[in-house]
Nanobody, 121 residues
Framework: QVQLVESGGGLVQAGGSLRLSCAAS????????MGWFRQVAGLEREFVAR????????YYADSVNGRFTISRDNAKNTVFLQMNSLKPEDTGIYYC??????????????WGQGTQVTVSS
């Protein structure tokens, strides 16, 4: 059982930056592909970024590519999302998720409780 706890959200002006963290416990994080997602009230949760178990491969939604960077520190069981050049449309609750490394389908087994990011214009 993997427990995930996100942190680092907050209120920031457009053009600013935030760094989200996702701390894992209960399992070795290197066994999992990790992803960041976000959700706005009334809408579906959407994919933001994904990183392979080793950190060698990363993938981004078109809307954040070039502005956000996902990374991980397996020794610290933590995944990060560096968000730069933030826009009001980046506002939402950000969740990290974990799925077994090697699973191709986008089904994540574990989720954190989320952290709120609000970008003011």
């Amino acid at each position: 059982q993997v427990q995930l706890v996100e942190s680092g959200g907050g209120l920031v002006q457009a053009g600013g930056s935030l760094r989200l963290s996702c701390a894992a416990s209960g399992a070795t994080l290197s066994r999992y592909t990790m992803g960041w997602f976000r959700q706005v009230a009334g809408l579906e949760r959407e994919f933001v970024a994904r990183i392979s178990w080793s950190g060698s491969m990363t993938y981004y939604a078109d809307s954040v590519n070039g502005r956000f960077t996902i990374s991980r520190d397996n020794a610290k069981n933590t995944v990060f999302l560096q968000m730069n050049s933030l826009k009001p449309e980046d506002t939402g609750i950000y969740y990290c998720g974990a799925k077994p490394a090697g699973r191709a389908r986008p089904d994540y087994d574990y989720w954190g409780q989320g952290t709120q990011v609000t970008v003011s214009s």
